[in-house]
């Protein structure tokens, strides 16, 4: 089946800075990809939809500037937290479709990346 | 707007009896449903769904319009189905995107 790849798995970062976290379709081209947050005990809140060579298109609430999307190939997509603070802590996962399976509404799950901010 | 309930935060059963996860969505259009498992320490994994009509590892659900259900189901519990079950929709959000809406999930706990 197709593979959805996180790096890194977990990071721990100081308040102030910004991460990087990236997603890859591993054996397919995604082009769509989505970004989800999911705290502790509660479910995956999709934050955005991330589209190859276009802009991402963000859910209600979701602060553009403050994550910043970057799907500039068909395989990657890349998430920025920028000047992260403690409150951004949380476990981000990323999903892709794989059109070639013929379910345009199946997606296929990263592992996911622990945020940590001090 | 989609929304998808799982009134139960955890379900525990015994290894054998039968189990029923419940999921209840609500959606103006014609609704894609999944169920979507998480074991321990692993990544989301899709179940099943609904236009499959298949059975995996024993499960099956079947989408009541009329209700509004995708209760999810199987005859014989095995310590090995304990995990976390998240029932999804995925419905026209807009500019030609269609979206995944997670139910809050329910934890599974199979007494041996």
């Known amino acids: 089946g197709a593979v959805v790849s996180q790096h890194p798995s977990w990071v721990i970062c100081k308040s102030g800075t910004s991460v990087k976290i990236e997603c890859r379709s591993l054996?397919?081209?995604?082009?769509?990809m989505f970004w989800y947050r999911q705290f502790p005990k509660q479910s995956l809140m999709l934050m955005a939809t991330s589209n190859e060579g276009s802009k991402a298109t963000y859910e209600q609430g979701v602060e553009k500037d403050k994550f910043l999307i970057n799907h500039a190939s068909l395989t990657l997509s890349t998430l920025t937290v920028t000047s992260a603070h403690p409150e951004d802590s949380s476990f981000y996962i990323c999903s892709a479709r794989d059109l070639s399976t013929g379910s345009y509404n199946e997606q296929f799950f990263g592992p996911g990346t622990r945020l940590t901010v001090l | 707007a989609q929304r998808v309930t799982q009134p139960e935060k955890l379900l525990s059963v015994f290894k054998g009896a039968p189990v029923e996860l419940k999921c209840n969505y609500s959606?103006?259009?014609?609704?894609?449903l999944f169920w979507y498992v998480q074991y321990s320490r692993q990544r989301l994994q899709l179940l099943l769904r609904h236009i499959s009509r298949e059975s995996i590892k024993g499960f099956t659900a079947d989408l009541n319009k009329g209700e509004t259900s995708f209760h999810l189901k199987k005859p014989f519990a095995q310590e090995e189905d304990s995990a976390m079950y998240y029932c999804?929709?995925?419905?026209?959000?807009?500019?030609?995107?269609?979206?995944?809406?997670f139910g809050k999930g329910t934890k599974l706990s199979v007494i041996p």
């Open positions: 999804a929709l995925s419905g026209y959000s807009g500019a030609g995107s269609y979206q995944l809406t």
């Open positions: 959606y103006s259009g014609s609704p894609e």
């Open positions: 054996d397919f081209q995604a082009t769509t």
